[in-house]
C-alpha cells in the first residue's frame, strides 16, 4: 500500500461550490506540502505544514494538519475554473528535508 | 523570472542513446534535486545534492547520474537510455535545512522510441 494516500483521486464540481482534498499518511509528517500541477507546467507551491493542528491559508485555499500530524486537508471554498488541476501532497516522513514522498494527486475540474 | 528552469521541455530519443537535463535556479539555495514522474503519475525522488553532500535513492539505475558544476545549477545525464526511462523529470532547489519550501521545475518529458 501506498505510504501517502489521497482522496478523491479525481473530483468534478460547479463552480462556486467547496470541496475538500484529503491526503493521509501511515508514518507521522515532519513536514505536509501541498502542489498544484497543471498539464504541461510544474509544481506550483501552495502551502507546507508542520506543526500537528496547524492551519495555513492562501486566498480561497485552506490547509491543516492533524494533531497527529498523519492527515491534511486541502480545503477549497467558492471554487473557480482557475483552480482546476492536479492537487498533489507530498511528505517529508523522514525528517530529511526534501526527500519528499507524493500522492497520486487529485485531478480536479470545476465546471464553469 | 522563472526560479528554477529545466531545459529541454520536450524530449523524444531512441533507446540506447544518451541524453542530458538542464536544471538551473536562479534562488540562491544550496540543495537541488531530481524527481521523475512515471506514467502512473507517481512523483519519486531520485538524487538531492548540495555542495557537500550527494544522497541517491537506491532504485535509481546507475546510468542516471547527476552533475553539478556549480551550486546553481544540476544537470540529470542518462546512458544507454531504455523504454522504460519514458517520464516527466522535475528539477527542484530549497534552502538546506528542514522545513523550507521545495520549489520544483516545469518538468522535462522525455520519451524514449
Given at each position: 500500500?501506498?505510504?501517502?494516500?489521497?482522496?478523491?483521486?479525481?473530483?468534478?464540481?460547479?463552480?462556486?461550490?467547496?470541496?475538500?482534498?484529503?491526503?493521509?499518511?501511515?508514518?507521522?509528517?515532519?513536514?505536509?506540502?501541498?502542489?498544484?500541477?497543471?498539464?504541461?507546467?510544474?509544481?506550483?507551491?501552495?502551502?507546507?505544514?508542520?506543526?500537528?493542528?496547524?492551519?495555513?491559508?492562501?486566498?480561497?485555499?485552506?490547509?491543516?494538519?492533524?494533531?497527529?500530524?498523519?492527515?491534511?486537508?486541502?480545503?477549497?471554498?467558492?471554487?473557480?475554473?482557475?483552480?482546476?488541476?492536479?492537487?498533489?501532497?507530498?511528505?517529508?516522513?523522514?525528517?530529511?528535508?526534501?526527500?519528499?514522498?507524493?500522492?497520486?494527486?487529485?485531478?480536479?475540474?470545476?465546471?464553469? | 523570472?522563472?526560479?528554477?528552469?529545466?531545459?529541454?521541455?520536450?524530449?523524444?530519443?531512441?533507446?540506447?542513446?544518451?541524453k542530458s537535463i538542464k536544471?538551473?535556479?536562479?534562488?540562491?539555495?544550496?540543495?537541488?534535486?531530481?524527481?521523475?514522474?512515471?506514467?502512473?503519475?507517481?512523483?519519486?525522488?531520485?538524487?538531492?545534492?548540495?555542495?557537500?553532500?550527494?544522497?541517491?535513492?537506491?532504485?535509481?539505475?546507475?546510468?542516471?547520474?547527476?552533475?553539478?558544476?556549480?551550486?546553481?545549477?544540476?544537470?540529470?545525464?542518462?546512458?544507454?537510455?531504455?523504454?522504460?526511462?519514458?517520464?516527466?523529470?522535475?528539477?527542484?532547489?530549497?534552502?538546506?535545512?528542514?522545513?523550507?519550501?521545495?520549489?520544483?521545475?516545469?518538468?522535462?518529458?522525455?520519451?524514449?522510441?
Amino acid at each position: 500500500s501506498q505510504e501517502l494516500e489521497q482522496s478523491p483521486q479525481s473530483l468534478i464540481v460547479q463552480e462556486g461550490k467547496n470541496l475538500t482534498i484529503n491526503c493521509t499518511s501511515s508514518k507521522t509528517l515532519y513536514g505536509l506540502y501541498w502542489y498544484k500541477q497543471k498539464y504541461g507546467e510544474g509544481l506550483i507551491f501552495l502551502m507546507m505544514l508542520q506543526k500537528g493542528g496547524e492551519e495555513k491559508s492562501h486566498e480561497k485555499i485552506t490547509a491543516k494538519l492533524d494533531e497527529k500530524k498523519q492527515q491534511s486537508s486541502l480545503h477549497i471554498t467558492a471554487s473557480q475554473p482557475s483552480h482546476a488541476g492536479i492537487y498533489l501532497c507530498g511528505a517529508d516522513t523522514l525528517g530529511s528535508q526534501g526527500n519528499l514522498i507524493f500522492g497520486k494527486g487529485t485531478k480536479l475540474s470545476v465546471k464553469p | 523570472d522563472t526560479a528554477v528552469s529545466q531545459t529541454p521541455k520536450y524530449l523524444v530519443t531512441q533507446m540506447g542513446n544518451d541524453k542530458s537535463i538542464k536544471c538551473e535556479q536562479n534562488l540562491g539555495h544550496d540543495t537541488m534535486y531530481w524527481y521523475k514522474q512515471d506514467s502512473k503519475k507517481f512523483l519519486k525522488i531520485m538524487f538531492s545534492y548540495n555542495n557537500k553532500e550527494l544522497i541517491i535513492n537506491e532504485t535509481v539505475p546507475n546510468r542516471f547520474s547527476p552533475k553539478s558544476p556549480d551550486k546553481a545549477h544540476l544537470n540529470l545525464h542518462i546512458n544507454s537510455l531504455e523504454l522504460g526511462d519514458s517520464a516527466v523529470y522535475f528539477c527542484a532547489s530549497s534552502q538546506a535545512g528542514f522545513g523550507n519550501t521545495i520549489y520544483f521545475g516545469e518538468g522535462s518529458w522525455l520519451t524514449v522510441v
